[in-house]
């Protein structure tokens, strides 16, 4: 399966000459039983990019990551959308809020889907370390509680 998108999505377009972030990191696994898939930081900052994602091209590359990973055998995804961008102005804060909103619909959409914990809400400016785009210490501690809380939840299992 061609995993390479018509317009260069960060995850599933070219990586390097050798294949595609999905081919080179993802794929050797599947299938698998769950997916946690939290994508949007990269797009609505633009990073790499000559412009941002715009939120229907966000919904229509997650909805064909999604529909492959099903067609791989995935049993479940868990979708979780990016924390808020505290300096990165309302532009790219109006995108995040947008692609949560696809989220919800592309959850709404797919029996197998559902929406994992709403990190824009739950993490805040002590989570990160000045500007960065990757939290801190107690930002990824604060993550993986929500994570281990859902995946409980899911799996009916106490971690």
């Given at each position: 399966m061609d995993w390479?998108?018509?317009?260069?999505?960060?995850?599933?377009?070219?990586y390097n000459s050798t294949g595609s972030m999905f081919q080179l990191r993802a794929?050797?696994?599947?299938?698998?039983?769950?997916?946690?898939?939290m994508l949007g930081t990269n797009d609505a900052v633009g990073f790499g990019k000559s412009a941002p994602t715009t939120p229907n091209e966000f919904e229509f590359y997650m909805r064909e990551i999604v529909t492959n990973l099903l067609n791989l055998g995935v049993k479940k995804i868990i979708l979780m959308n990016p924390p808020k961008r505290f300096y990165d102005g309302p532009a790219v804060d109006a995108r995040l809020k947008s692609y949560k909103l696809?989220?919800?619909?592309?959850?709404?959409?797919?029996?197998?889907?559902?929406?994992?914990?709403?990190?824009?809400?739950?993490?805040?400016?002590?989570?990160?370390?000045?500007?960065?785009?990757?939290?801190?210490?107690?930002?990824?501690?604060?993550?993986?509680?929500?994570?281990?809380?859902?995946?409980?939840?899911?799996?009916?299992?106490e971690f």
């Open positions: 390479s998108l018509s317009y260069p999505a960060t995850w599933s377009a070219p794929q050797p696994h599947l299938p698998t039983d769950i997916v946690l898939l696809a989220l919800d619909r592309i959850d709404n959409d797919f029996a197998n889907v559902e929406m994992g914990p709403d990190f824009y809400n739950l993490l805040d400016t002590t989570h990160f370390e000045g500007m960065d785009v990757h939290p801190n210490q107690k930002g990824y501690r604060e993550m993986a509680r929500h994570i281990l809380k859902k995946l409980n939840e899911v799996l009916d299992i």
